[in-house]
């Protein structure tokens, strides 16, 4: 029998699952930053006027913006002009039935098994796909339509729905909100947006496949979603990506606005490529991600399963401007070979009464480094506030390591705020307790890893919990046994 | 069933188990005795596979094949079951989600499809009856937070589902009051069959009350030293292990 030094060496000789290119004619911008490089993809989705100031503002603010340094890691140099900011498949852009769709596109999703198709419709997911940039297809939309749910690709919006996105297009992350925002800001390429109307509550989950394809792209997506009043959506995102050798940047932004009694399930399963075992290649996956609970008893709730990318930096952050708001988030980040996660949330407690909650499950495998840096601010005029942290790690091996950074701001002696951590390790017990039951170490490893982290797939849709359980499961597979 | 011949073994250079030999046929209950220190769980150990233990001389046959050279979930899959002296806590991961997929892996060894949801329902729920195992533990986190008592119990109730060959269950009775000691040897009882074997290690004569076992054999130094009938519990529970301590330093093993 293996013993486990032997296991958690085969961890690193897991080759990436989802690692392989499709071979479909690109329109792609030459590489480079430039303000001819914004008003070239400005012109390509024929934006308007104000858009493309927007743009440049966002390319002014990135000139002026230092790279941050507060980070638990290494960032690694980013050469920004050999970047190339727009790709979108040639031509064929339209489509009315899958029949339509480029046959290896569709091979594609079959391999990495995205029931794209109408079973998924079937199944009440409306699936728009962002395939390097340009969102192929829409399902479901006409259903949508009936009820006045907006979900289409953010070019879509610009030119069909430009008052909304006007009104809301960097109200909750600025263009000067940090360096990668603003880079976004100025090159974003295109992304999905989504608008509630009052009271409605979205019928089925909304769900968004994102995929890097074409090598030497940065992706710079873009989501806006809005919930407006008593309204409620659960939107999905997840992504996988081929293997490649070059770091790829990806930088996007997500908002969130919940309107009052309006409440957003945003949920997200990152596999992104994560480099090889010695850390060469992988996704630098920056991505800045932030909603608002604007009117009273909103309530956004960001689930995150987070398995992929060389490199993963974010907060996804909630505003809880309105009173009575609530914000939560959950996560589980896995890290293994060398991959380093730094994540977590910012809560920031503007209302009276709001209320946050923060789960964070943090798994190390092989040379893994995994940081919890979460932040709860409460304001002076935050009366009563409440949040709940509670933040977990588990190592597997003795080569990885875990980090917490908590940070806790308050101005309100009314506010409570709990804070519990605990750092834990599979214990060979645990795994040979399994055995003999008659589960083989592997397996072991998969049912442990899924139990520590029920908490946070439970609230993951049905469908995409099944998901990412697997996803655990072959992420950390040989990690133990 | 079980067939251990000239058995030897180590944990950590330090020899622990010095030539044991015991047969253990289909329908026999055997109660292995002895005081701490004994060898008796590192028996149970070393059967069950657990790292660490390094056997040195002598062989094990279950069933004719050769129990040692099998991985642990093999072994399990083969029908040995192991209640735990301390049985692990795993958080998160329901106690009949952790038995749907043990029982699926048996099932799949023995190239049986997994039972269907209605058809494990309603086998979980029938042998919690048999065992009188609380259905409120069924649906918790395995072990986690469970007393000492619901542990063990849950060790039965897991014996009682996978339904093994041979059953080594190691201090079972310890820390284990008077009504849970009832129960889980009724338990115990009810599952004893002329197809099945058990193995029951324990400190004390006690639980040998309500399982009776056909065999006793006293385990001392690695050995084992003294084997006997039931009676001998009683004799052993009477007199204390020293009378034994002497005979093994004369070198004298009964049968």
Known sequence: MANDNEIIENIANKEYEFGFVTDIEMDVAPAGLSEDTIRYISEKKKEPEWLLEWRLKGLQAFGRQKLPDWQNFDLPRIDFQKISYYAAPKSKKKYDSLDQVDPELLATFEKLGIPLSEQKALAGVAVDIVFDSVSVKTTYKEKLKELGIIFCSFGEAVQEHPELVKKYLGSVVPYSDNIFAALNAAAFSDGSFVYIPKGVRCPMELSTYFRINTENTGQFERTLIIADEGSYVSYLEGCTAPMRDENQLHAAVVELIALGNAEIKYSTVQNWYPGDKDGKGGIYNFVTKRGICKGANAKISWTQVETGSAITWKYPSVILQGDHSTGEFYSVAVTRNRQIADTGTKMHHIGRGTRSRIISKGISAGHGQNSYRGLVQIGPKADEARNFTQCDSLLIGDRCGAHTFPYIESKNNTATVEHEATTSKIGEDQIFYLNQRGIDSEKAVALIINGYAREVLNQLPMEFAVEAQKLLSITLEGSVG | ?255
């Open chain 2, 1 to 255: 069933m079980l067939i251990i011949k000239n058995l030897h073994a180590e944990v950590e250079g330090k020899q622990i188990l010095k030539g044991i030999d015991l047969t253990v046929n289909a329908g026999e209950v055997h109660a292995i005795m002895g005081p701490n220190g004994s060898g008796k769980s590192s028996l149970a150990a070393v059967l069950a596979g657990r790292d660490g233990y390094r056997v040195t001389e002598g062989e094990v046959l279950y069933e004719g094949k050769n129990l040692l050279e099998m991985a642990p979930e093999i072994r399990a899959r083969e029908g040995v079951f192991l209640a735990f002296q301390y049985p692990i806590e795993i958080p998160g991961v329901s106690n009949i989600n952790f038995l749907k997929t043990a029982l699926a892996e048996i099932r799949a060894y023995q190239d049986l499809p997994p039972l269907d949801a209605k058809e494990f329902l309603q086998l979980s729920r029938e042998k919690q009856r048999l065992v009188e195992f609380d259905a409120k533990l069924v649906n918790r986190s395995l072990n986690e937070g469970f007393s000492g008592g619901e542990k063990k119990r849950n060790e039965i109730f897991q014996l009682a589902m996978l339904e093994p060959k041979l059953s080594i269950l190691d201090e079972t009775d310890s820390g284990l009051d008077i009504d849970a000691l009832r129960i889980v040897s009724k338990g115990v009882n009810k599952l004893r069959s002329s197809r099945n074997a058990f193995m029951i290690i324990t400190h004390y004569q006690r639980l040998l009350e309500y399982i009776v076992p056909g065999f006793v054999h006293v385990l001392y130094d690695g050995r084992i030293v003294k084997s006997g009938t039931k009676e001998l519990a009683l004799e052993l529970e009477e007199k204390g292990y020293d009378w034994l301590k002497e005979a093994s330093r004369e070198n004298v093993t009964t049968v």
